[in-house]
């Protein structure tokens, strides 16, 4: 089982055990008390560290004009919980992941942490097994070519800081967030949160929280109105 998840991310184990726990939920040992290792978390102390300095390191050298506030908010963009998850996801991560059956069932939020922190305890067993440059190779396979577009999109942007610059520069108007709905259970509920220039409703966006619904709003009010 672990040789086809070795095939999908690159990487042959030395000692299998380091990739079992990067794929072991705490949950998972809470049903199963015999388990013979522990859970992921040390490995994802470990590979958060790893990744925070191989991303910092690439971005540090792809682009030497670019000061530090806006590197950092590539940085943030890059290993946010949604970009890693995404990156886990397409390694099918979920198919290997040991779990208690009740975790396996989220979805939502609640699955997106797992999955992202699956990933950082995956980088963490490549560096214990295999050192940093492996590690290094690893992220930058599978994460690193998500720069571009964060880049290009200005997806890095404070979108409602933004919106409320250009729409006072452009209208005389600031911004004006509103829910409009809200969808799920309390524990993965959606929000949809309209934005607003003066009376008119310029778009709406969603997320897992009033905050993130607004930021995808006002990212999708700078597309619509080209800004």
Known sequence: MLEKFEKNIGVCFQKKEYLQQALTH???LNENPAFQLSHNER???LGDAVLELVVTEY???KYPKVWEGELTAYRAALVNTVSISQVAASLEVQKFLLMSKGEAKDTGRARQSI?????EAIIGAIYLDQGYNVARDFIG???IPKTDEIVSKKL???????LQEVS?????FTPRYEVVGEEGPDHDKVFTVGVFLGPELICKGKGPSKQEAEQDAARTALEKLSW
């Not at 999955?115 to 990933?119: E, K, P, S």
């Not at 006072?168 to 005389?172: A, D, L, T, W, Y």
């Open 26 to 28: 705490r949950s998972y």
């Open 43 to 45: 490995l994802e102390f």
């Open 59 to 61: 971005l540090y050298h």
């Open 115 to 119: 999955l992202a922190n699956a990933y």
């Open 141 to 143: 396979r599978t994460l």
């Open 156 to 162: 890095w942007r404070d979108a409602k800081s933004a």
């Open 168 to 172: 006072q520069e452009k209208r005389n």
